[in-house]
């Protein structure tokens, strides 16, 4: 089979489990927003970002790290593969324990400072998500070293339909927003226990058996994860702290508008977050076979397929956002409008660079890459600090998509050092979904000018969808029997 054939199945697998992981999200979010008041649904969202800030430090980029040496080791030296395995292993969970008794140790002052008591019993239980999530992180970035797509997807989609399941039974069962906590921790043990399982199976019990890698290997290990980890640190501020600092300087009802906005982001974000996962570590497997030039080609081609899918899919999420809102989290939410719009923009650019950033890392240019994150999120931080105060939750939008813009041309620009990207092709074709995009959006808004309702909210999102599909196909660049071909 060829590279292109298997990255086609392996990105296949990888969406897949994205959607899984998509619908079950939104079905979470929305049952949620629908039984749970906005302060409510505030609160539960404000303690699952100080977790995830505080996940940093249990995962660091070990789990990362280890998969970068997975995947050079893999083929040249395989007795090594289940001494990585264990060292990233045994270095991931030294972190969950000292995280989570120091988390213990601080969760009434981290309250206190947030002037959020009711956040301490989230808190207490949230040592178990900090340490089951980052035992399912370990999982899906160890397959992806070994390039086993297909358990690592299946690990994610399980991680996530069990989400849904457990988050919203607890809650429905009376155990309210702590329930839907505890129900995301369940679904991190369930995902981080087959994973675990697997992999031991797999690559441990089947193959060398269990013992610590030569060549210096834990040393370097250790060392390559400084550099992910600086990357990693400055991705929590964009993703987490914007969050914390909403509901520090407003309220958990803020927190509610802001988290609706970047959930509806992020559930945009599947098919670029798929095949960035996919094709990273073949960035490197090209690289090092003297193959550039089919590295740019796959690139290219990337790029401008995903700018395809979500320029338009970015315009018409701005065109529909109030009624969106209004009608699927309810009226209650209606602040939210703004920041969807926003966040719109940064779902395009968080696609381009999910089919970049990770590959810069297998490409060793992991420092580069944390020098650019860690001053744009910085300087996201010190944005947030000045807008909200004085425009609240749309500053952060704003901040967000500032400095999430820069971060994006930047690794654009060092991916274009290393493989000498046709600049003019990918202009060209941006031009062309530009126009795609205005045409497509002008009947969607021409239906939303009358009265909005349910039906014509789906009438002029089933408007879209057809307009763009067919200007696609007639441009060449969709075709309708290479995609059933993939399907299938």
């Known amino acids: ?69 997975l995947s050079e080791y893999k083929e040249t030296d395989q007795r090594q593969v289940p ?41 207490t239980i949230g040592i178990l998500y900090i340490a089951f999530t980052t035992y399912t992180s370990y999982v899906r970035r160890i397959l992806q070293g ?43 043990f369930v995902g981080a226990a087959v994973g675990c399982y697997y992999i031991y199976t797999r690559y441990i019990r089947d193959g060398a058996g269990l013992r610590l890698p030569g060549e210096n290997l834990p040393r370097r290990i250790a060392e390559y994860s400084l550099p992910l980890t600086a990357t990693r640190s400055a991705d929590v501020l964009d993703k987490r702290v914007d969050t914390i600092l909403v509901g520090f ?18 559930f945009l974000q599947s098919p670029a977050s798929a095949l960035g996962f996919t094709v990273s570590p073949t960035y490197s497997s090209l690289q090092t076979e003297g193959n550039t030039d089919k590295a740019a080609t796959m690139l290219e081609e990337s790029i401008t397929y995903i700018l395809l899918l979500y320029i338009p899919a970015a315009a018409g999420l701005i065109l529909v ?30 696609a381009v660079a999910s089919l970049i950033s990770n590959g810069l890392d297998y490409l060793g240019k992991a420092k580069v890459r944390a020098a650019i994150k860690i001053t744009t999120s910085v300087s996201n931080a010190i944005l947030n600090v000045i807008l909200i105060p004085r425009i609240g939750v749309v500053g952060a939008a704003i901040a967000t998509v500032v400095t999430f813009g820069i971060y994006t041309v930047a690794n654009l620009y060092i991916m274009h050092l ?28 021409g239906i939303l000018s009358y009265t909005v309702s349910i039906l014509t ?30 399907v299938r």
């Open 1 to 69: 089979m060829g590279i292109a054939a298997q990255i086609g199945d392996r990105f296949k697998i990888e969406f897949i489990a994205k959607a899984i992981s998509v619908v079950s999200g939104a079905l979470v979010a929305i049952v949620l927003a629908r039984i749970l008041q906005p302060d409510s649904y505030g609160i539960l969202f404000l303690a699952l970002s100080i977790l995830g800030t505080l996940n940093l430090f249990s995962k660091l980029g070990i789990s990362k790290s280890g998969a970068r040496y």
């Open 83 to 123: 001494g990585i395995i264990l060292t990233a292993f045994l270095y991931v969970t030294i972190t969950s324990i000292i995280v989570g008794v120091s988390l213990f140790v601080t969760r009434r002052l981290v309250s206190g400072v947030l002037n959020e008591p009711s956040l301490v019993p989230f808190l």
């Open 146 to 188: 070994l390039e086993d797509i297909k358990p690592a997807a299946a690990v994610h989609a399980i991680e996530s339909g069990s989400r849904l399941v457990f988050a919203v039974g607890l809650v429905v069962l009376g155990f309210g927003a702590l329930g839907a906590l505890g129900g995301y921790i369940l679904s991190s």
């Open 249 to 266: 300087f407003l309220n958990p009802a803020a927190v509610s508008f802001y988290v609706i906005g970047k959930q509806v982001a992020g």
């Open 321 to 350: 956002a109030e009624p969106m809102v209004r009608f699927v989290f309810g009226v209650e939410y209606i602040g939210a409008t703004p920041v969807v719009q926003l966040l719109a923009l940064y779902a395009v650019l968080h």
């Open 418 to 445: 290393e493989f000498d990207l046709n600049g003019t092709y990918i202009l060209g074709r941006l031009s062309k979904i530009l126009i795609i995009t205005v045409l497509m959006s002008l009947p969607v808004y």
């Open 457 to 486: 909210l789906t009438t002029a999102v089933v408007a879209g969808v057809v307009v763009w599909a067919a200007l696609s196909t007639t441009i060449g660049w969709v075709d309708p029997q290479r995609i059933a071909a993939v």
